[in-house]
Structures are given as C-alpha cells and as structure tokens.
Nanobody, 117 residues
Framework: QVQLVESGGGLVQAGGSLRLSCVAS????????VGWFRQAPGKEREFVGD???????DYSDSVKGRFTISRDNAKNTVFLQMSSLKPEDTAVYSC???????????WGQGTQVTVSS
C-alpha cells in the first residue's frame, strides 16, 4: 500500500513559480512511475507529466519547457517545479503512482494552485 500527500500549492502571480511535493509512504516507492495531473473547475482531469523509476520524464505540450519533474527516492518524494505560470495553470494538482504510466493505482488528495493575472 502506498499513500501519497501533496503540498506546496498556493496563490501566485502570473510569471511566478511554485514547487509542489508528493511525499509517499512505502518502501517500494522508488520502483513506481509517478505522474502529476491537474483538474480545473468544470474541466476533465489533465495529464501534466510523469517520471519513471529511472528518472525519465515526459510532459504534456501545455507545460513542456515550463515545468520540471524530479524525484528524491531517499526521501520518497517527487517534485513538480512550475515556472512561468499562467492563469490557465490554475487547478487542483494531484500526484499518482503506479507500476507503469498506464496503471496508476495510488492517488493523492491534491493541492490547489491558483495563478492570478
């Protein structure tokens, strides 16, 4: 069983930066792929990016070049560094973990990110 807890959300002005953290319980966390997703009010959940066990990352086109995902397996933590934020980045951001990026089994509760114009 893996439990995920996100933190780091908040209110930021357009052009600013935030770093989200996803802290996991469980000794096998380093073997999991961890994805970040977001959901804005009235919209479907959207893939943001992910990082696999080897550190390979993938990003959606909407955040590529602005967001960076990294992981610190010693601390069971995955980070989402967000830069050059735009109002359209406003959403609840959640992390998820699974054996592959096609099988996310564990989800966090999410953290709110609000970008003001």
């Amino acid at each position: 069983q893996v439990q995920l807890v996100e933190s780091g959300g908040g209110l930021v002005q357009a052009g600013g930066s935030l770093r989200l953290s996803c802290v996991a319980s469980g000794r096998t966390f380093s073997l999991y792929t961890v994805g970040w997703f977001r959901q804005a009010p009235g919209k479907e959940r959207e893939f943001v990016g992910d990082i696999d066990w080897s550190g390979r990352t993938d990003y959606s086109d909407s955040v590529k070049g602005r967001f960076t995902i990294s992981r610190d397996n010693a601390k069971n933590t995955v980070f989402l560094q967000m830069s050059s934020l735009k109002p359209e980045d406003t959403a609840v951001y959640s992390c998820a973990a699974g054996v592959t990026n096609q099988s996310y089994r564990y989800w966090g509760q999410g953290t709110q990110v609000t970008v003001s114009s």
